[in-house]
Each structure stands twice: as structure tokens, then as C-alpha cells.
């Protein structure tokens, strides 16, 4: 099963990729995490990106293809994998299709998290990550525990999200075509609880 996620930022992805995965045994691939990952082991890759990132901008092609293309040869990826924030650009999608091709395997669905702009500013300014534990949490709509450590990225600042999304309506729009002419797209409506969201996603992959 191999799944894109693919919805603007604060769309719920990071938060449903979890149960996607445990249901189809594969891994998650969040292009975000393990460039945060790269940041804070200080790793020339990671320094390089947060230029980018802290910026709210997007981190060139080149360099996530590159990190996506060795995270796939893994041995844990034999059995699929979920991709959450990737691909986000046209030439992403192309070299995507490219890596799949070489590796003989392909594409099974790709999931869009259809959610009002309105929505993603309030979501992403109040969310908050749990650093120990890596959990995402909203302080209005899904209240962390009191004794949390929370860290609010640096990116989740209002203007920060403004300029993401400005992004994505911009430039990630695009693969919505790409996509449907090949009869992957499934527009899933991701306004509701966590579990209504879970079991529409659910509904649009085979059991
Ligand atoms: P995310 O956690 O998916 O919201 O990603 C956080 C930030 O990492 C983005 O705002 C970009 O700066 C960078 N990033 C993550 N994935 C990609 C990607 N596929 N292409 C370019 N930049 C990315």
C-alpha cells in the first residue's frame, strides 16, 4: 500500500497519519519531521533547510526528493509506506513517479484533506507538539495534559501559516489534477472529530 496525504498545512495529516499506518502495517514519511529531525541533530541538510523553514518557504526540490528517495529503499518500506507533506511541488510528483518506477511498485491512492482556510489558521496557531512524546494537540479543540512540555513551531506563527498556505494554493494545487487524471484523487472532507475524519479515510482505501 503505498498512500499520498496530501491536504494543506494543518490539515489533520500528521494527526491521522498514525492510524493509516497501524491499519496497513507500513510507515509514515513525514518530508517535515525528518527535515526537524535533520535541524536538531544540526546536521548540514538540517541547518540549510531551517533557513527555508523558519521562513515558512518551502525547502528546495533537490533536497527532499533526495532524503524520500533513500527513506524508500529501507527495508521497512518493502511492505508500502504512507508519504504526509510530500510530494508538495509538480517536479516532486514527476520524481516520485520516477523512484516508484525504478523500485517497480506504484502509486495506490492519494488521499486530499479538503479544510476551509479559516479552519487551518486557527488550527495551526493553537497546535501544539508534545515534545517527549511527539503527540499533536490543539489547545482549544484537544487540550494537552496539564504536565505537558509543548513546543509550538516556530513556523505555526499566524504570518508563517498565511505564507504556507499561500504556498500550497499556489503550487501543491497543482497535483489535484495530476492526480485525479490518473483516478487516484479521493477528496476526503476533513472538518469533524478525529474519528469522523479517520473513518472517511478509511472508507476510501480497499480493508
Ligand atoms: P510540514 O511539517 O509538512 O508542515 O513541513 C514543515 C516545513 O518543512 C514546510 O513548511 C517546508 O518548509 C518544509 N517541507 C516539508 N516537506 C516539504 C516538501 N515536500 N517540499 C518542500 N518543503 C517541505
Redesign the pocket.
Known sequence: MIVILLGP??SG??TQAGALCARYGIPQI???????QAQAAGTALGRD?AR??S???????S??IGL?GERIAAADCQPGFLL??????LA?AQALDQLLTERHCKLDAVLQLDVPRTLLVERAVLRRTDKATGKIYHLKYNPPPADAVLDH?G?DQED?VNK?LD?FERVTTALIPYYQARNLLHRIDGVGSLAEVQARLFAALPG
Open positions: 498545512p494543518a495529516k500528521g513525514s518530508t517535515g519531521d525528518m527535515l526537524r533547510a527555508f523553514m521562513a515558512g518557504q518551502l525547502v528546495p526540490d533536497v527532499v524520500v504526509d507533506g510530500f510530494p508538495r511541488t516532486q513551531r513556523d508563517k504556507r504556498d
